[in-house]
């Protein structure tokens, strides 16, 4: 059974700061990895898919990798803002199933 | 258009109520899904539809009962609710069925069973 894990739960960071957020999931059978932002009582916002098959995608300050083989991923955020405070969850599409398993996310909080 | 749109934001209830949720895309998308999430945890599947067909029921109680109308459109109706079922519900979509495309979420509908 896949499991997700995050790491830290919680984030405290500095206006400015580079900061990297990170996902390990159990079994590396995946079709993808996607990385959502979730504000309080909100719905998810999607950020970055990576497919099976790629190292890394790029949007704009958020950058994230994907190593199948040691089941890891991060996300990479840059020039941190106070906007970018929120959760962000990390979920792994499992290979041959239409489910997606979520991480318990990160908190973030980016301090004026 | 990457909008997934959830009617009604808020519903209280009663435990004897029937209600129902609603879900709307028109990108296309011929995978739908219900998920379930409480404060402070992370979404918990409930259903997936391909192609209007119910395809996963994560042993979700029959007091849920989903509904996929068309390609379109995706219900979730409730009845018998308990105070624990209060959550925030989820609904998602995606281009490709059998699994690993892009979801898409919506903005949930928030619940409160009194």
């Known amino acids: 059974k896949q499991e997700v894990t995050q790491i830290p739960a919680a984030l405290s960071v500095p206006e400015g700061e580079n900061l990297v957020l990170n996902c390990s999931f159990t079994?590396?059978?995946?079709?993808?990895l996607q990385w959502f932002r979730q504000d309080p009582g909100k719905g998810l916002t999607s950020l970055l898919l990576i497919q099976s098959s790629q190292r890394e995608q790029t949007s704009g300050r958020l950058n994230a990798s994907l190593d199948k083989s040691s089941g890891r991923s991060t996300l990479y955020i840059a020039a941190s803002q106070p906007g970018d405070s929120a959760t962000y969850l990390c979920?792994?599409?499992?290979?041959?199933?239409?489910?997606?398993?979520f991480g318990k996310g990160t908190k973030l909080t980016v301090n004026p | 258009d990457t909008e997934v749109t959830q009617t009604p934001k808020h519903l209280v209830m009663g435990m004897t109520n029937k209600k129902s949720l609603k879900c709307e895309q028109h990108?296309?998308?011929?995978?739908m899904y219900w998920y379930k999430q409480k404060a402070k945890k992370p979404p918990e599947l409930m259903f997936v539809y391909s192609y209007e067909k119910l395809s996963i029921n994560e042993s979700v109680p029959s007091r849920f009962s989903p509904e996929c109308p068309n390609s379109s459109l995706l219900n979730l109706h409730l009845h018998a609710l308990q105070p624990e079922d209060s959550a925030l519900y989820l609904c998602?979509?995606?281009?490709?069925?059998?699994?690993?495309?892009?979801?898409?979420f919506g903005e949930g509908s928030r619940l409160t069973v009194l």
């Open positions: 079994d590396s059978a995946i079709y993808n």
């Open positions: 998602a979509s995606t281009h490709w069925t059998g699994g690993g495309g892009e979801l898409f």
């Open positions: 979920a792994a599409f499992q290979g041959g199933s239409e489910k997606l398993v």
């Open positions: 990108m296309g998308h011929r995978a």
